[in-house]
């Protein structure tokens, strides 16, 4: 067999792409970006994907019909959602038929994945089994190649591309990869090509794009981690060359070692044996009864939620229609983030002259940040913007924090031996301690030590420029960002004397996906430099000069007040302090109790979720425990992050203000009125949908299959490389999302309530191709409240559509505390005095 043999039928480019469109995009955990995990099927409708997703690779796309009847027999799906969508769907005519097909109809749907089908052949006739024969090398391989600093030794000839360091190192090591000496002269000689190995391991053209598939989708993780490094190598800090082709060239070449180590020199390729060839992996999934079924159960489920929901905000709107106007206390901007909502909430329930906005928490402020001891750049703004502008950490340089037992010297021979007679102990009496008394220490990811308080930023520009990044901002270029800010959550006047800019972060230990916890807008870091950029742009006087032409006056007495708040603690950090007059350090004093407050409230609410907590206990020794909790080593959920995520709402805070929604929303702040022609409303769309839709469904299709789409159980994951996460040594590497981050999550899609007109809503999500896609086939649901006339439409079929919830009565409560001590389920939308 001529391995350099070019098949003309078979094309290579094409074959990469379309592994590239499927393969998970999740990227190294430093830049850990929640994104829609079936993204290459979003071109679909949303039941057409989970249908077609389900049919090639097998797996788990919603919920099972015995969990969606579970759900109805606990009260979680309603009859009358039921009935409503099967009337809409398949008409009355028709009810009786899939009311019986959804609760009581028995589907035999074992139909197997494609996906395997070809390659499973070795297994079938031959009984190699090339997985465990293959994968362990392979991923050691990749894994010493990629890594960013956590093996003891590095990768020898890393500077060069992953396939020549492999032949360097096979051409000039005392030891081989190979067990055949023909394998071994193949791939010494250099003399390949895809084409030409496939035809050695395959032999019929016509299957070498599903072998190829089956292969890959073997380990989706490793070579969807491989993909997005080779499209974006500035991923990793530490650069690496590589590439999907290197990948599948080199376990084509172990594939044909085990084969031929197994069965000699007389072996044929598989396709010698494959009399009845498979159907083709992307042939049309064809629709069925039992899919339709499942797509009803989920909608129903949906709109269960949905349905109150709309009838809250309608009946809010209609009180809060002519606002009284009354002297702010303070305001506070803070990121949309959904753990943000019930922390506003409190906020207002403690001062009711107080005003709270959402933004998503790179405040509009896009650049790199260099911190005092920082090696690398670190992006601080959403992860598919790329900055031009740096700033920089100015100050005296930090001293560390280590633990001694954390130390090379621990790998040598001698003084690791020493270190383990002597630290070693130390080290296992202070983790029995810490089982009963967790402390903060220097392995915590501590969110308030992404910057440090008291340093100096580069913020304005003064003609540095760094690795063609420009240092600092110019004036212009600052008046540009805060106005699109001021205006976008429309605080354009009535401007109170503290405004208070609110980044989050979040500490924890013992965290692989610690970047998941922090700010998404952030690329998975802290906003902390960010609030303090943003407030310090808004504070110069120039600035002010130029915004003022613009329409925007803010007063000489007004001062913006960068800050950090800790969601796993509920502790809040604030920032330059010192700089504040007398007058505003006062005002500053009296809202700190406030805001300490509200931080021991959230936690009590939070603590509902968690089952080690009381949520009876008083909110000081609740909060005492969740700052312990923190920092617990035997803590696998230090907070829930998004879980239970189900809305976005963007519109004027007077829409959702004494409305308790749970924790369950993004909050995006927007005002109509300044927005006739829907120009803001379109950033802020471009930004929303992408972001807090891609967080929903991360979640959702990490929740419905935790073990493909999601990350397993977070208890036995090893750190590979510092870049992801796998089960042992030789597993795939987890994409998606721990069990302990998804295990309350109810899996629905995103509901997008936007308070504008039907008609400027549905122009704006039209004028870019991209956002319409996710609104077009339905991976977010919109929603819209008439800002004049409260009137509800919703987005169906490429039309606005008039809609009336049921009129349900929502219950109204006073006693928020006692109401988050009910229990850990789902609660319903109640009024609350704010």
């Given at each position: 067999m001529n391995s350099n043999h070019h098949m003309a039928g078979f094309d290579e480019q094409h074959l990469l792409h379309l592994l590239q469109h499927y393969l998970p995009a999740q990227a190294p955990l430093k830049d850990f970006v929640h994104h829609n995990t079936l993204h290459g099927f979003q071109h679909l409708s949303f039941p057409d994907a989970l249908r077609?997703?389900?049919?090639?690779?097998?797996?788990?796309?919603?919920?099972?019909?015995?969990?969606?009847?579970?759900?109805?027999?606990?009260?979680?799906?309603?009859?009358?959602a039921i009935y409503q969508t099967i009337i809409k769907d398949k008409g009355e005519n028709y009810l009786e038929f899939w009311l019986e097909n959804l609760k009581n109809k028995n589907f035999d749907n074992d139909t197997e994945a494609r996906i395997g089908a070809v390659r499973n052949h070795w297994k079938e006739v031959y009984q190699i089994d090339l997985d465990s024969m293959v994968q362990p090398i392979l991923f050691r391989l990749l894994c010493s190649y990629l890594d960013q600093g956590i093996a003891i030794w590095r990768f020898p000839l890393e500077k060069k591309g992953f396939l020549e360091s492999v032949y360097e190192l096979e051409k000039n090591g005392l030891f081989s990869i190979f067990k055949t000496d023909r394998i071994r002269k193949l791939f010494l000689s250099k003399e390949f090509s895809l084409s030409g190995l496939l035809e050695m391991l395959v032999g019929d053209e016509s299957l070498y794009e599903q072998y190829i598939?089956?292969?890959?989708?073997?380990?989706?993780?490793?070579?969807?981690?491989?993909?997005?490094?080779?499209?974006?190598?500035?991923?990793?800090?530490?650069?690496?060359?590589?590439?999907?082709?290197?990948?599948?060239?080199?376990?084509?070449?172990?594939?044909?070692?085990?084969?031929?180590?197994?069965?000699?020199?007389?072996?044929?390729?598989?396709?010698?044996?494959?009399?009845?060839?498979?159907?083709?992996l992307f042939s049309e999934v064809p629709q069925t009864e039992y899919f339709e079924t499942l797509n009803l159960w989920q909608k129903a489920f949906e709109w269960t939620y949905y349905e109150p929901v709309l009838h809250g905000l309608q009946e809010n709107k209609r009180e809060y229609q002519t606002p009284q106007?009354?002297?702010?206390?303070?305001?506070?901007?803070?990121?949309?983030?959904?753990?943000?909502?019930?922390?506003?909430?409190?906020?207002?329930?403690?001062?009711?002259?107080?005003?709270?906005?959402?933004?998503?928490?790179?405040?509009?402020?896009?650049?790199?940040?260099?911190?005092?001891?920082?090696?690398?750049?670190?992006?601080?703004?959403?992860?598919?913007?790329?900055?031009?502008?740096?700033?920089?950490?100015?100050?005296?340089?930090?001293?560390?924090?280590?633990?001694?037992?954390?130390?090379?010297?621990?790998?040598?021979?001698?003084?690791?031996?020493?270190?383990?007679?002597?630290?070693?102990?130390?080290?296992?009496?202070?983790?029995?301690?810490?089982?009963?008394?967790?402390?903060?220490g220097p392995m915590v990811s501590h969110s308030?030590?992404?910057?440090?308080?008291?340093?100096?930023?580069?913020?304005?520009?003064?003609?540095?420029?760094?690795?063609?990044?420009?240092?600092?901002?110019?004036?212009?270029?600052?008046?540009?960002?805060?106005?699109?800010?001021?205006?976008?959550?429309?605080?354009?006047?009535?401007?109170?004397?503290?405004?208070?800019?609110v980044g989050h972060g979040a500490s924890s230990i013992n965290n692989p996906h610690y970047a998941a916890y922090d700010c998404g807008a952030c690329s998975g870091r802290a906003g902390s430099v960010n609030a303090r950029v943003f407030s310090t742009m808004a504070n110069k006087t120039e600035v002010?000069?130029?915004?003022?032409?613009?329409?925007?006056?803010?007063?000489?007495?007004?001062?913006?007040?960068?800050?950090?708040?800790?969601?796993?603690?509920d502790e809040i950090m604030f920032y330059d302090i010192d700089t504040l007059d007398h007058n505003h350090q006062t005002l500053h004093k009296n809202n700190l109790t406030k805001f300490e407050e509200a931080s021991k409230r959230n936690s009590k609410e939070r603590s509902r979720r968690f089952e080690s907590i009381n949520t009876d206990l008083s909110i000081d020794d609740i909060h005492k425990k969740i700052l312990q909790r923190s920092v617990s080593l035997f803590e696998p959920r230090p907070e829930l992050n998004h879980a239970t995520n189900a809305l976005c709402i963007v519109g004027k805070r007077e829409l959702t203000k004494g409305i308790f929604l749970d924790r369950r929303s993004f909050l995006n702040s927007y005002d109509a009125k300044i927005d006739p022609e829907g120009n803001r409303l379109l950033g802020i769309l471009n930004a929303a949908v992408p972001v807090c839709g891609g967080i929903n469904l991360e979640y959702y299709f990490s929740r419905v299959d935790n073990q493909k789409l999601g990350a397993g159980s977070k208890l036995p994951?090893?750190?590979?490389?510092?870049?992801?996460?796998?089960?042992?040594?030789?597993?795939?590497?987890?994409?998606?999302?721990?069990?302990q981050m998804i295990e309350v999550h109810d899996p629905i899609r995103l509901l997008m309530v936007i308070e504008q007109?039907?008609?400027?809503?549905?122009?704006?999500?039209?004028?870019?191709?991209?956002?319409?896609?996710?609104?077009?086939?339905?991976?977010?649901?919109?929603?819209?409240?008439?800002?004049?006339?409260?009137?509800?439409?919703?987005?169906?079929?490429?039309?606005?559509?008039?809609?009336?919830?049921?009129?349900?009565?929502?219950?109204?409560?006073?006693?928020?505390?006692?109401?988050?001590?009910?229990?850990?389920?789902?609660?319903?939308?109640?009024?609350?005095?704010?």
């Open positions: 077609t997703a389900r049919t090639i690779f097998g797996y788990k796309t919603s919920l099972s019909l015995d969990e969606y009847r579970i759900f109805y027999s606990e009260g979680k799906i309603s009859e009358s598939f089956d292969q890959q989708f073997s380990h989706q993780g490793w070579s969807g981690m491989v993909s997005v490094i080779e499209t974006l190598p500035e991923t990793l800090l530490e650069t690496r060359n590589i590439s999907l082709l290197d990948l599948i060239k080199l376990e084509c070449f172990l594939e044909l070692d085990a084969i031929e180590s197994r069965m000699g020199k007389k072996w044929k390729s598989i396709g010698k044996s494959i009399i009845h060839k498979p159907i083709s106007a009354f002297q702010k206390s303070f305001q506070a901007m803070f990121c949309i983030d959904d753990r943000e909502c019930s922390y506003r909430r409190y906020l207002e329930v403690l001062d009711s002259k107080c005003e709270t906005f959402g933004t998503p928490g790179f405040f509009g402020v896009e650049f790199f940040f260099k911190p005092i001891e920082g090696k690398f750049y670190t992006k601080v703004c959403p992860a598919p913007v790329t900055p031009k502008f740096l700033i920089k950490e100015e100050g005296k340089e930090r001293k560390m924090e280590v633990d001694a037992h954390f130390s090379k010297h621990s790998h040598n021979f001698i003084s690791g031996w020493l270190i383990a007679q002597t630290l070693g102990f130390w080290s296992a009496f202070k983790l029995f301690l810490n089982i009963f008394k967790p402390s903060m308030f030590k992404h910057m440090d308080s008291g340093s100096k930023l580069s913020i304005e520009h003064v003609g540095e420029f760094e690795n063609d990044l420009q240092v600092g901002f110019k004036i212009e270029e600052m008046v540009n960002r805060v106005e699109n800010v001021l205006k976008s959550i429309g605080l354009v006047k009535d401007f109170a004397p503290l405004i208070y800019v002010r000069d130029q915004l003022a032409l613009r329409g925007i006056i803010i007063p000489d007495e007004t001062r913006f007040v960068g800050a950090l708040r800790d969601t796993t603690r994951h090893n750190v590979m490389g510092l870049f992801g996460v796998a089960n042992g040594i030789d597993g795939d590497l987890r994409p998606g999302l721990p069990n007109k039907a008609e400027v809503v549905l122009d704006v999500i039209k004028r870019n191709p991209a956002t319409y896609q996710w609104i077009e086939n339905g991976w977010v649901l919109i929603a819209t409240i008439d800002p004049v006339n409260c009137s509800i439409s919703i987005f169906e079929n490429g039309e606005m559509v008039e809609y009336t919830p049921q009129d349900t009565k929502i219950e109204q409560i006073t006693d928020l505390g006692s109401l988050v001590e009910s229990g850990m389920e789902n609660l319903e939308i109640y009024k609350y005095e704010a």
